[in-house]
């Protein structure tokens, strides 16, 4: 692959121009995340400072295809970050649910620490994965950053719902009602799997290729997973 690798101070500048594009004129989740930390000096800095080290990764290789590999791991490790509190706002988890799903990873912290800081999580990761896929469109032009990707943070998440919604069931009717879903789940991870690596490994200007590799029609069993309804009481 031709061109020249980035610098660090490069990267750092289109992405807080990124964050400030999305905050103005974003999608309205984009927007909202992005406001919120452009809005909160504080908030800034933390982001900032993150930000800062997960491009070191990407800065410090001297190739820019080296450059280009980095940021896709980079990006997937962003949308496996945002997807805890983007489980509790989209499947509406509150009360004790709630309090018992953030137990299983805030253990030693209280309750009201632990969803703010899960919501920190949510909007630092949210913000620079929109710089992420905003440096490998721009800047290195690169296609697998786009329609792959998004499939597989679309993957990601029937996943990772599957793991909460197995671990929030209760009653007998819960749980029977998750059994397919948790017959599934071997082929979710093993999914997952290989889109990860087929995104890995593709070039960069892979067209459609990718799609052999990895990407297959709806069946009944790979269609979109039914959620486990929230329980009233």
């Known amino acids: 692959m031709s061109g020249r690798a980035y610098k660090h101070e490069r990267l750092m500048d289109e992405s807080e121009r990124c964050v400030e594009n999305a ?8 927007q909202l995340a992005a406001s919120r930390i452009i809005e909160q000096p504080a908030a800034y800095q933390r982001w900032a400072s993150d930000h800062d ?22 990006t997937f490790r962003l949308i496996h970050r945002k997807a805890l509190f983007g489980y509790l706002r989209d499947q509406h ?3 004790a649910r709630r309090r018992r799903l953030l137990a299983l990873f805030y253990r030693p912290r209280d309750y009201a620490n632990s969803l703010i800081a899960e919501h920190g999580n949510y909007l630092r ?7 992420t896929r ?10 697998a950053m786009q329609e792959p990707l998004q499939l597989y943070q679309e993957w990601y998440t029937d996943y990772f719902r599957v793991f909460c919604d197995a671990s929030l069931a209760e009653t007998l009717e819960e749980r029977e009602s998750m059994a397919p879903s948790l017959a599934l789940q071997p082929y979710l991870k093993h999914r997952l799997n ?4 087929a995104i890995i490994e593709s070039p960069r200007e892979a067209g459609n290729a990718w799609r052999e ?3 297959r029609e709806p069946t009944g069993d790979t269609v979109k997973l039914r959620a486990l309804r929230p329980h009233r009481g």
């Open 194 to 197: 290989e889109a990860r690596h």
């Open 134 to 143: 905003f440096l490998a469109d721009e800047l290195m032009h690169d296609g």
């Open 93 to 95: 988890v509150v009360g």
């Open 53 to 74: 080290r997960l491009l070191r990764s990407v800065s410090e290789q001297a190739k820019l295809d080296r450059q280009m590999l980095a940021l896709r791991h980079a």
């Open 23 to 30: 905050a103005r004129c974003g999608r309205a989740e984009d």
């Open 213 to 215: 590799l990895w990407l």
């Open 125 to 131: 990761a949210n913000s620079s994965c929109l710089c």
